[in-house]
């Protein structure tokens, strides 16, 4: 099983990221995916949640107009597009999947976004 964040990186506050997470091992559209982030010193944050396939999301208010989860269950991958960003958004942006059914849950091994000028 693995889950493989990317798109992290240094933006501008105002800018934008993409991040994406391609998950292998197991059955993707069984599994809800969640995106977290956690900044040192602080516990980590539930970011964004979709569904199975898609029809739902939940964001945290801190987020809510700015974030967009989506995911392509024939890619295997989620993603959450992150539209002006914030020094606040820094932090490290995980990968998470809950099984529907079942208890199983997956990480991934998380990407660092920056948002400084």
């Known amino acids: 099983v693995q889950l493989v964040e990317s798109g992290g990186g240094l933006v501008q506050p105002g800018g934008a990221l993409k991040l994406s997470c391609a998950a292998s091992?197991?059955?993707?559209?069984?599994?809800?995916m969640m995106w977290h982030r956690r900044t040192p010193g602080k516990e980590r944050e539930h970011v964004a949640t979709?569904?199975?396939?898609?029809?739902?999301?939940i964001y945290t208010d801190s987020v809510k107009g700015r974030f967009t989860i989506s995911r392509d269950n024939a890619k295997n991958t989620v993603y959450l597009q992150m539209d002006e960003l914030k020094p606040e958004d820094t932090a490290v942006y995980y990968c998470?999947?809950?099984?529907?059914?079942?208890?199983?849950?997956?990480w991934g091994q998380g990407t660092q976004v920056t948002v400084s000028s």
């Open positions: 998470n999947a809950q099984a529907w059914v079942g208890s199983s849950s997956y």
């Open positions: 091992g197991f059955t993707f559209s069984g599994y809800v």
């Open positions: 979709i569904g199975i396939v898609g029809q739902t999301s």
